[in-house]
């Protein structure tokens, strides 16, 4: 399943979404080098949350406490998600989504480097959280723009009949972006311990200018998709494309929602709370999660293109339904599989909970998200709900946890949650109409 083994141009030609072969690699290409290092910047902080930002920025609290701190500033920039999805999502809508993403880029870059350059609580206190939070929002701000329009690049530009593939191809950026944090801050983490939290942690963060510097360049040299063009053209543009959505299509926008709720619960539980859990209630070495979430992200490069194909040839929703069953069979197993304390297990663990807990429903939500608003719309509406459904579920996850297991002692409350937000899932997977190989505008 190359992208390179496509159907002949004459389908592509057939299509007034599509690109012939050559520009359609292109654009593919480009959005996941981009994601990837938008996502790499976003999950950074992720890893440093569960390892450093609990010693070095909010240091007066005991450790639970400490934790649950840290997991509140990796919140934070869940919380901006929406607001980045709405302003970008309203100018990609009037202006394009080309010129969006050169920004978003730029924006998650500055914001990500000098995270790295912030001085601790031990240094100037007081005014250290108060930063890194600050900083922590302007990457949610980046990352919230940043999704919709990487996606509507490449879904807007292919074949009816292959959106879920292509979308997914585009979805590649998540564990490319896993990989990359994991594996710059695995390598960081082998310095000792006083020279790692000393400068360590800051190399992967200051990485991020090399990273945005690449996808920047080749963000400039893409073209606008024909979705857009032919709004354009039409001059149907919306002026107000937000409040269109909330007013006039509020079913649609809700069930974008709850169709991202589960998946980023899943995904928030495995691969932040869990690196606390691991290390800290089970006390095992940093490496034992990191080495699971980084042969995780690996498989995960050949199962979301898998799940897109197949999203294509069976549809949407009997794939979600399948992924929301799943989640909420695995929910209990996952904590007990944890709790062996064996580093082969929670490997396996890991890369089971995140194919086909995160990955199936990833996979397929870009296209599908995207297929249920029109063109003039589409950035505000897949953004919107894409980033909503992040922030109330996938921002508050960790903490959350964190706050269950240090009430309960126990882990069965955090399963609970993570059924909850299964079901909330499954509701939304009813509500929202098949779109695979349907015509969009």
Not at 83 to 107: E, V
Not at 204 to 220: D, E, K, N, Q, T
Not at 363 to 389: H, T
């Amino acid at each position: 399943m190359s992208i390179t083994a496509m159907p002949a141009d004459t389908e592509a030609l057939a299509e007034p979404n599509s690109l012939s072969a050559a520009e359609r690699r292109k654009v593919v290409w480009s959005s996941v080098i981009g994601t990837t290092v938008e996502w790499y910047d976003f999950l950074i902080y992720g890893t440093a949350a569960a390892l450093v930002f609990n010693k070095l920025f909010f240091p007066s609290f005991d450790p639970v406490v400490g934790t649950i701190a840290a997991f509140g500033s990796y919140a934070v920039g869940f919380l901006a998600r929406p607001l980045g999805g709405a302003i970008f999502g309203h100018f990609g809508d009037k202006l394009g989504r080309k010129a969006m993403l050169s920004m978003t880029i730029l924006i998650m870059g500055v914001g990500t480097f000098l995270i790295g350059c912030l001085p601790t609580y031990d240094q100037i206190g007081i005014l250290a959280p108060i930063l890194l939070v600050a900083l922590r929002l302007v990457q949610g701000l980046g990352i919230g723009g940043e999704w919709g329009g990487a996606v509507l690049m490449v879904v807007e530009s292919v074949p009816d009949k292959r959106r879920g593939f292509f979308g997914s191809i585009v979805q590649l950026g998540y564990p490319l972006g896993v990989i990359a944090s994991i594996g710059v801050f695995a390598l960081a983490t082998q310095l000792p311990e006083k020279e790692f939290l000393s400068w360590g942690w800051r190399v992967p963060f200051w990485a991020s200018a090399i990273l945005v510097a690449v996808g920047l360049f080749i963000r400039l040299r893409l073209h606008e998709t024909p979705a857009f063009q032919r709004v354009r053209k039409q001059n149907v543009v919306a002026r107000l494309p937000v409040m269109e959505i909330l007013t006039q299509h509020p079913r649609t926008f809700l069930t974008a929602v709850g169709l991202k709720v589960s998946e980023i619960a899943y995904v928030s539980v495995v691969t932040v709370f869990s690196i606390s859990y691991v290390t800290v209630k089970l006390g095992l070495p940093r490496s034992t999660i990191l080495n699971g979430l980084m042969i995780a992200a690996f498989i995960e490069l050949f199962t979301i293109p898998l799940f897109g194909w197949m999203a294509d040839r069976y549809g949407r929703r009997i794939m979600f339904f399948a992924a929301c069953t799943f989640s909420i069979a695995f929910a209990f197993p996952l904590f007990w599989l944890f709790d062996t304390a064996n580093p082969t297990i929670i490997a396996i663990t890991v890369a089971i909970a995140l194919s086909l807990g995160q990955g199936i429903m990833f996979a397929i939500g870009a296209a599908w998200m995207s297929e249920l608003f029109d063109a003039r719309l589409r950035y505000s509406g897949a953004s919107l709900g894409f980033q909503v459904g992040a922030a109330l579920s996938g921002g508050f996850t960790p903490i959350i946890a964190a706050s269950l297991l240090a009430w309960s002692g126990a882990t069965w409350p955090i399963s609970v949650y993570l059924i909850v937000l299964a079901l909330i899932t499954i509701t939304a997977t009813f509500a929202a109409p098949e779109t695979a190989g349907k015509k969009i505008d």
